[in-house]
């Protein structure tokens, strides 16, 4: 169980330091990626829902759900490619609330274990959180860059964790 929590853990922090890094060096190239990555999914999943919809012959047993979903589909993958900008400025809302869930599970570390670490981070995580709520549209790239930075500290908090688990392990 230890071994799987570390592996998990190890995982958690190579995807979350990669994160911060491209945050804070490639902000727009990497915001423009993700939103390509998602409209050709979305259209993906469906083209695939509307096909399987006329092969499966669905309609003629008044069954829509393939073809509504293609179509739904289809519908927002053109939506993110058409408004990305607009997108765009609901993502400090969705850091925000991970700022503010990180806050939440480290203030309840530090409660439980009383390290002064899990405080610190808990506290720049709410002050992150309020800031991303309130950040005016055009100083993003300052917040994003500012998210990635704190995407690295908690990065190396997961390395720490590893660390305690590695020296559980041991004794």
């Known amino acids: 169980m230890l071994k799987r929590m570390r592996n998990n853990l190890l995982l958690t922090f190579i995807l979350t330091l990669l994160f911060g890094i491209i945050l804070v060096f490639e902000t727009n190239e990497f915001l423009m990626t993700i939103n390509y990555v998602i409209v050709s999914i979305l259209l993906i999943i469906g083209v695939i829902e509307i096909i399987s919809y006329i092969y499966s012959k669905a309609y003629k047993e008044n069954e829509y759900y ?75 790239d300052v917040y994003f860059k500012i998210a990635g930075i704190y995407i690295i500290y908690t990065s190396v908090i997961y390395i720490l964790e590893i660390r305690k688990i590695k020296k559980r392990k041991d004794d």
Do not use: D, H, N, Q
């Open 66 to 140: 393939g073809l509504i979903m293609g179509i739904i589909c289809i519908w927002l993958a053109i939506l993110f490619y058409l408004y990305y900008t607009t997108i765009i400025l609901f993502l400090p809302i969705v850091l925000s609330l991970y700022a503010f869930i990180i806050g939440v599970i480290t203030l309840i570390k530090f409660i439980e274990r009383k390290t002064k670490l899990y405080l610190i981070t808990s506290i720049l995580s709410f002050v992150l959180g309020i800031a991303l709520m309130f950040m005016p549209w055009f100083t993003i």
